[in-house]
């Protein structure tokens, strides 16, 4: 195992300092392990918290800012947060207005925000959740019951964030939070596996020549592997799994994710194979991402997330966002 790390043990907390060092727009609490926004909540606004186990960076904390999030929980490598961050983190963003928990679809997420949901509800907060499930590749998992939630994530902060920051109620920001969620689908593949630091060893092995087809955001296993294949074949299998279970015509917006260790030559041209795909199938790229948004550390591969867009979602999407990984308009 090569990695830049002091200990295994550290990785989190360190990095987190890194963070606060390279961030003074963001608030960190190292030793509970909470990012928020610098100032303090606004008083009248929804606060959105969201949050999962670190190594996916920069989701949650990168998109702790202006139009998304107000706060976010990482947890220990590809390990949920615990109740008590996520009330801490709710604690923190709470302007009156309620807290909408934007939860990805794993059981100890889900469990953990459901329990500091109630433990806010007993101080008089009012807490809203929206489970993420927008991967079509498998139905369960090792880690979920149900679709795994991955890259809508990002589409859902930014869009429920900038209705948020317009001053939408908290029923109004969860009901959008929840229709990108069910307009949203991802499938993942993965070119080789990744090494969790306190593992020291590879999740799984792939041959030379394999692909992981549908693979999860942990490492989990996906629908099944094969050869790896050029671009075009590579975007086709992602993009039927997701065109036969939602169409993909009209107005898209659509990322191509890194899974942490793809160059980006490698997503642009992946992009460009996705965007042919999608036209042959009467759809319009009107917005996109390319890039490392929602990783698994060095894990080589990629995701597409395809969503479909609406006026209000456009407008949304397009708002101004002030986030050390996305930013536009400000």
């Not at 993009?239 to 036969?244: F, G, R, T």
């Not at 460009?272 to 795909?277: A, F, P």
Request: overall charge negative; aromatic content about 4%.
């Amino acid at each position: 195992m090569k990695k830049l790390i002091n200990s295994p043990e550290t990785v989190v907390t360190e990095a987190l300092e890194g963070v606060a060092a390279a961030h003074p727009s963001l608030s960190v609490d190292v030793e509970n392990k909470v990012i928020t926004r610098a100032g303090g909540p606004r008083p009248g606004k929804v606060g959105l918290v969201s949050g999962g186990g670190s190594g996916h960076e920069p989701l949650h904390g990168g998109f702790v800012g202006y139009g998304m999030l107000d706060a976010a929980c990482p947890g220990e490598v590809f390990t949920s947060p615990v109740p008590d961050q996520m009330l801490l983190a709710t604690q923190a963003v709470n302007g009156g207005a309620g807290v909408l928990h934007v939860v990805k679809n794993y059981t100890g997420d889900v469990l953990n925000f459901q329990m500091a949901a109630e433990m806010a509800g007993d101080e008089g907060i009012e807490v809203i959740p929206v489970v993420i499930n927008d991967d079509v590749a498998v139905q369960d998992s090792l880690y979920t019951a149900g679709r795994r939630g991955t890259g809508a994530t990002v589409f859902v902060e930014k869009i429920a964030g900038a209705l948020a920051e317009e001053g939408a109620d908290l029923a109004a920001v969860a009901a959008v939070a929840r229709e990108v969620n069910e307009r949203s689908r991802s499938f993942g593949v993965a070119l080789s596996s990744c090494v969790v630091p306190a593992a020291g060893k590879p999740t799984f092995e792939l041959g030379e020549a394999e692909v992981e087809l549908g693979i999860g955001i942990h490492g989990e296993p996906g629908r099944t592997r094969a050869a790896l294949g050029p671009a075009r074949e590579m975007a086709a299998v992602a993009l039927d799994a997701i065109s036969a279970d939602m169409p993909v015509g009209g107005d898209l917006l659509v990322m191509v994710n890194g899974m942490g260790g793809t160059p980006l030559i490698e997503l642009y041209l992946m992009f460009n194979e996705v965007r042919k795909y999608l036209e042959a199938h009467g759809g319009n790229v009107a917005r996109n991402l390319v890039g490392n948004y929602i990783t698994s550390l060095e894990m080589q591969g990629f995701s597409v997330t395809v969503c479909q867009l609406t006026e209000t979602l456009t407008r949304l999407w397009d708002a101004p966002v002030d986030t050390p990984a996305l930013r536009w308009g400000r």
